[in-house]
């Protein structure tokens, strides 16, 4: 079955940066576009950005621009969002998705808590 | 402030019909762009409910509907249950945000 394993929670101090991962089982991973989502707390779902797990090529949410990197290693099917110059705001649980055709995100990882705090 | 515009909350009794919509604009739903639904319950990740538009996922009740007209779209659940309570989310894309994947801000669906 279709499963998307992300890493553990973080804490990180302003002005760090962090390196999500995402492992992909139960399917074809460079058949798929991995897409990252993130939810502040008591907020709603924020869409990151999407890399293809085919050819690498990204796709980002203008917000995060020059700010955020996204990287596949397609010989353990892994997908990476690294956020770069991180504040407060930007505590949130992270999620990968795994993106079908038309932009529907038909299977989730389970989170990562990301905690922003000096 | 989300490109999608949806209520902040929506109740109903058990059993009873409750819909939810999803207002965009001529540059997503309106373009033509599939619109995708999203069950987030308390404390865990999003689950697709509705994806193009009125199709459900296997597994998802058909109590749940998705409807799509002009630059709106609609999720209706029939038959309220009190497992429902959780919070609602449509999706789209956007061809003015260099090809962003947009959301509304969620809607809370209280069963009363």
């Known amino acids: 079955q279709v499963q998307l394993v992300q890493s553990g929670a973080e804490v990180k101090k302003p002005g760090a940066s962090v390196k999500l991962s995402c492992k992909a089982s139960g399917y074809s991973f460079t058949t798929y576009v991995i897409t990252w989502v993130r939810q502040a707390p008591g907020q709603g779902l924020e869409w990151m950005g999407c890399?293809?797990?085919?050819?690498?090529?990204?796709k980002f949410a203008q917000k995060f621009q020059g700010r955020v990197t996204m990287t596949t290693d397609t010989s353990t099917n892994t997908a990476y969002m690294e956020l770069r110059s991180l504040t407060s705001d930007d505590t949130a649980v992270y999620y990968c998705?795994?993106?079908?055709?038309?932009?529907?995100?038909?299977?989730w990882g389970q989170g990562t808590l990301v905690t922003v705090s000096s | 402030q989300s490109v999608l515009t949806q209520p902040p909350s929506v109740s109903g009794a058990p059993g009873q019909r409750v819909t939810i919509s999803c207002t965009g604009n001529s540059s997503n739903i309106g373009a033509g762009y599939d619109v995708q639904w999203y069950q987030q319950l308390p404390e865990t990740a999003p689950k697709l409910l509705i994806y193009?538009?009125?199709n459900r996922p296997s597994g998802v009740p058909d109590r749940f509907s998705g409807s799509k007209s002009g630059t709106s779209a609609s999720l209706a659940i029939t038959g309220l249950q009190a497992e429902d309570e959780a919070d609602y989310y449509c999706q789209s894309y956007d061809s003015s945000l260099s090809g962003s994947r947009v959301f509304g801000g969620g809607t809370k669906l209280t069963v009363l």
């Open positions: 193009g538009n009125n």
């Open positions: 998705a795994r993106e079908q055709i038309s932009a529907r995100f038909d299977y």
């Open positions: 890399i293809s797990a085919s050819n690498g090529i990204t």
